[in-house]
């Protein structure tokens, strides 16, 4: 089996658990959204910092922390 196989397999399973995603407990509904909203987040800010941090738009404001 191919890692495409795999991947597919995982995908058809996401699919048919999303299907039912309706009939399900109003929790396990809560809960299935509470974790969809902190992987969305946290795929927002690694795209944010990795634009911040290789644009170059923002060289100078670096190194203006000074130690004291």
Do not use: E
């Amino acid at each position: 089996m191919s890692a495409s196989d795999d991947m597919m397999k995982v995908l058809q399973q996401i699919w048919s658990k999303l299907q039912g995603f309706s009939q399900d407990h109003p929790l396990m509904q809560a809960a299935f959204l509470i974790m969809l909203l902190f992987f969305l987040t946290f795929i927002t800010l690694m795209v944010i910092g990795c634009l911040y941090g290789r644009c170059g738009c923002c060289q100078g404001t670096r190194n203006r922390v000074s130690v004291i």
